[in-house]
């Protein structure tokens, strides 16, 4: 089985070896292979966005499913989407009843993911910034994940900014894609979509 996955970025893309090492371990015999389509900047919308889904299907390019994962934090003004649910809602309208189609978000962006090995960034930036409370999803769209990750690396002592393809790569290297799993409803969302199609089961 194939699945393409429609990503943001570097960023997401640099994610799918750890996604792949996670769900091996799972799906046995079952594995698909991922394949990725990464944009510079968000996600298709729209008309464009079932065109891209239907070329995806079709007989050239051979995938059985594909995953559209979008940030809910786009960066436009007003904001494309309110929430995960919003930004679900609206690409499941934009690309119609295709049922091997699959849309999914990251509330509010990708490094929300990330939040849950906040001891790994603190290691990586060398700084002791105190982590943000409460669900790593729920941090909102005045300071997200990412922009909070960004400080912490430009307050401390690393010598170097937030890279997020490779710093992203470097975080989850180190830990266990479980614990974020567990903590990310929107992350156990996306994994337990790949692990449905492929007949496995699926994370309470």
């Not at 699945?3 to 943001?8: G, S």
Request: glycine share 6%; charged share 25%; net charge positive.
């Amino acid at each position: 089985m194939k699945i393409t996955i429609v990503v943001e970025g570097k960023t997401e893309k640099a994610f799918i070896p750890f996604l792949r090492n996670f769900l091996k371990l799972r799906l046995q015999g079952t594995m698909p292979k991922l394949d990725t389509m990464p944009y510079n900047g968000p996600i298709p919308k729209g008309d464009k966005l079932k065109r891209v889904v239907a070329n995806l299907l079709s007989s050239r390019r051979k995938a059985d499913h594909v995953i559209a994962l979008t940030d809910v934090y786009t960066g436009s003004t007003p904001p494309d989407f309110v929430n995960a649910s919003d930004a679900k809602q609206k690409m499941r309208k934009w690309v119609g009843s295709e049922p091997r189609f699959h849309p999914h978000a990251a509330q509010h962006d990708f490094e929300a993911w990330l939040l849950p090995y906040w001891l790994s960034i603190q290691r990586l930036a060398r700084h002791k910034q105190t982590e943000p409370s409460g669900n790593p999803e729920q941090v909102n769209h005045h300071k997200p994940p990412a922009h909070r990750i960004e400080e912490l690396f430009r307050i401390g002592k690393c010598r170097g900014s937030y890279v997020k393809p490779r710093d992203a790569g470097r975080i989850l290297r180190d830990n266990d894609l479980a614990v974020s799993i567990n903590a990310c409803s929107e992350l156990k969302a996306f994994v337990n979509t790949i692990i449905s199609v492929c007949g496995g089961t699926v994370i309470l």
